[in-house]
Nanobody, 124 residues
Framework: QVQLVESGGGLVQAGGSLRLSCAASGRTFSSYAMGWFRQAPGKEREFVAAISATGGSTYYADSVKGRFTISRDNAKNTVYLQMNSLKPEDTAVYFC?????????????????WGQGTQVTVSS
C-alpha cells in the first residue's frame, strides 16, 4: 500500500508561482511512475504532467507545457510540480498519483494510488 500526501496549494495571483509537493510512503517509490492530475469544479479529472520512475522521462499536457515542471527526489520519496505563470484557468484541485510500473502514462485509470488533493486557486 502506498500513501500519497500533497501539499503546497493555495491562493495566488495570475502570473504567480506555486510548488506542489507529494510525499509518498513505502520503500518502492523509486520504482513507480508518478503523475499530477487536476480537477476543476464541474469538469473531469485531467492529466497535467507525469514522470518516469527514474526521472529520465517527463510528459506534459499542452495546456501547461513551458509553464509547469515535474521532478522527483527518490531519496526523499517526493515528487514536485513547479507551476509558473499561473492562469485563472489553472484553478483546480491537484492530485498526485502513483503507478506501480516505471513507465509514465497519461491515462488516470492506469494509476494505482491517489492522494487527497490540494486546492490551487489563481485569481485574475
Amino acid at each position: 500500500q502506498v500513501q500519497l500526501v500533497e501539499s503546497g496549494g493555495g491562493l495566488v495571483q495570475a502570473g504567480g508561482s506555486l510548488r506542489l509537493s507529494c510525499a509518498a510512503s513505502g520503500r518502492t517509490f523509486s520504482s513507480y511512475a508518478m503523475g499530477w492530475f487536476r480537477q476543476a469544479p464541474g469538469k473531469e479529472r485531467e492529466f497535467v504532467a507525469a514522470i518516469s520512475a527514474t526521472g529520465g522521462s517527463t510528459y506534459y499536457a499542452d495546456s501547461v507545457k513551458g509553464r509547469f515542471t515535474i521532478s522527483r527526489d527518490n531519496a526523499k520519496n517526493t515528487v514536485y510540480l513547479q507551476m509558473n505563470s499561473l492562469k485563472p484557468e489553472d484553478t483546480a484541485v491537484y492530485f498526485c498519483a502513483a503507478r506501480t510500473v516505471a513507465v509514465l502514462y497519461t491515462n488516470p485509470n492506469r494509476y494505482n494510488y491517489w492522494g487527497q488533493g490540494t486546492q490551487v486557486t489563481v485569481s485574475s
